[in-house]
């Protein structure tokens, strides 16, 4: 097994991620630092360490969250915030798929399967995403359709695949794109003049946290599993 696909599979992260780990040396197989992905591993003969910490194979779980506000999308944080990992109870060691900001809410996805996650995150894949935005502001047509048509932001052209009103003020809209970059829909309405005064995501490929008070999280069905390689996976 390449190491990449040992770490993704032991709860590190998708297989994307790990491979930065292996690069910066963190990563040690029978007590050699590991920096070449082009490794094989035996997961029942070879030792494997992160940092030291000795790592096995996981059993498999996937657990949707309706995450809170003040709370960090990550496995730690180092300036002692509260992070999603925190509000999870499990004996496996899982990681957030993707990312949401801070003070964003709604539906995050946490794993501990590497492939799982890189179906969703994974640019080429398009896994929608789909959030509940309110704007300081009513949205003007024109805005409208230039987010629809394409906006330059720094990191590259950005466009949402669908805009649709979430209330009568015209302050509030439901808008869908397939964007995991960093703060992109506050970044989208900036660029347009706007500030967004409250975000929350209603979905990730497909998969909600209907039913979920904030901070309260589930298991995902088999179907849920099954739809997600179906439809995004390689």
């Known amino acids: 097994m390449r190491i990449n696909k040992f770490l993704a599979a032991a709860g590190v992260g998708s297989r994307r991620n790990v491979e930065a780990l292996v690069k910066a040396g963190r990563v040690q197989v029978n007590g050699e630092t590991a920096r070449e992905l082009a490794i094989d591993v035996d997961p029942n003969k070879d030792e494997v360490k992160l940092d030291g910490k000795p790592l096995r194979l996981a059993n498999r779980v996937y657990f949707a969250m309706n995450k809170p506000k003040e709370v960090v999308v990550s496995v730690s944080d180092d300036r002692g915030r509260t992070t999603v990992v925190d509000l999870l109870e499990t004996r ?6 993707g990312r949401l900001d801070y003070n964003t809410t709604g539906v995050l996805l946490l794993t501990n399967d590497g492939d799982f996650a890189n179906a969703l995150t994974h640019p080429s894949n398009e896994a929608p995403r789909v959030y509940k935005v309110t704007l300081d502001r009513p949205l003007e047509s024109d805005d409208r359709r230039a987010a629809l048509a ?3 932001l720094k990191d590259g052209v950005g466009k949402f695949v669908e805009i649709k009103p979430g209330g009568s003020r015209g302050d509030r809209w439901i808008i869908s794109c397939h964007e995991g970059r960093n703060h992109f829909v506050k970044r989208m309405f900036h660029e347009l003049g706007y ?5 929350e995501r209603l979905s990730f490929g497909g998969i909600t946290a ?3 008070a904030k901070g309260e999280y589930r298991a995902l069905t088999k179907k849920e599993i099954e739809y997600v ?4 996976g390689s």
Do not use: A, D, N
């Not at 500030?195 to 975000?199: E, F, H, I, K």
């Open 150 to 152: 394409g906006v330059r």
């Open 195 to 199: 500030r967004v005064r409250s975000l």
């Open 229 to 232: 390689y179906r439809e995004y």
């Open 92 to 97: 496996e060691r899982v990681f957030p798929v």
């Open 210 to 212: 209907k039913g979920l």
